[in-house]
């Protein structure tokens, strides 16, 4: 048991009760911070993997952008309580029992296929960490096509989102 | 070291969790939120298969996930906006004019 499996499982832990705060939650606003929990392990999650770019811009991107966009509507839309209505019996029959059987099935056949592999950057090669550099290197050479559809991608959703909250006047 | 298959374990109770909030929440925003908990768990298994095969197109593919995400919850949100202004409820239950 070393430092670095503790940091998982602390992490992991985290980033499941945060995942199960979202679903229990009744305030949208609980729901909302239970989010940031698990982005924020996540971010963790993803330094101990060794990529400090991808934790940096999630912590910036989804636990600082998204998250504000989201606390903000749910501000501006007044978001109160849910109301709690009668689950429908085929959802509680059928889809419980069903997105359990997905949930178990899934994990087992990933423990199948990769239960019995060396651990992460345990090997006799252990890979160096994705630095920033070689990450930008690739994305501005290799894939600087769809870095740039990405940039119209943006602009497309801004003037989407612009559209759609104008009031008719 | 952790294993990778704690990793792709984590992401796919991470993912049910998510499919499970998306199918019963009530609230379309928190519905939202699941859908997001649901790019997360994707972005963890991206990462530790990148680690765990050393090649950087994981997480070439992880910044692209994150731009659309980001691109999703500004256009799904003015939906979301929309909706609560003419519906005047944030329940999905009464967005029911396509239903069958």
């Known amino acids: 048991m070393n430092i670095a499996m503790l940091v998982f499982i602390a992490c992991g832990v985290m980033a499941i009760v945060g995942a199960i705060a979202l679903i229990l939650a009744r305030e949208p606003v609980h729901s909302a911070l239970a989010l940031v929990l698990v982005m924020i392990s996540l971010a963790i999650l993803y330094l101990l993997l060794g990529a400090a770019f991808i934790a940096a811009i999630q912590i910036l991107v989804y636990a600082g952008a998204i998250m504000v966009l989201f606390v903000f509507v749910i501000m501006l839309l007044n978001a109160g309580v849910e109301v709690r209505t009668n689950v429908s019996r085929l959802a509680k029959w059928v889809g419980l029992p069903l997105g359990i059987f997905f949930l178990v099935e899934m994990t087992y056949s990933l423990f199948r296929e990769y239960g019995g592999r060396a651990s992460v950057a345990g090997g006799a090669a252990a890979p160096v960490p994705a630095s920033t550099q070689d990450l930008s290197i690739k994305l501005f050479t290799e894939f600087v096509l769809p870095f740039e559809l990405t940039s119209i991608l943006i602009l497309i959703a801004i003037l989407g989102a612009l559209v759609l909250a104008k009031r008719e006047s | ?100």
């Not at chain 2, 095969?53 to 910044?63: A, K, W, Y």
């Open chain 2, 1 to 100: 070291m952790v294993p990778i298959s704690y990793y792709l374990i984590l992401s796919a109770v991470l993912f049910g969790l998510g499919v499970i909030g998306f199918v019963f929440k009530r609230n379309i925003i928190t519905i939202f939120m699941a859908i997001e908990l649901m790019l997360n768990a994707v972005n963890l298994a991206f990462v530790a298969f990148s680690r765990e095969f050393n090649q950087l197109d994981g997480l070439i593919f992880v910044f692209f996930v994150i731009v659309v995400a980001a691109a999703e919850a500004a256009v799904g949100l003015a939906i979301v906006m929309v909706i609560a202004r003419n519906r005047k409820s944030l329940n999905v239950e009464d967005v029911n004019l396509l239903k069958f």
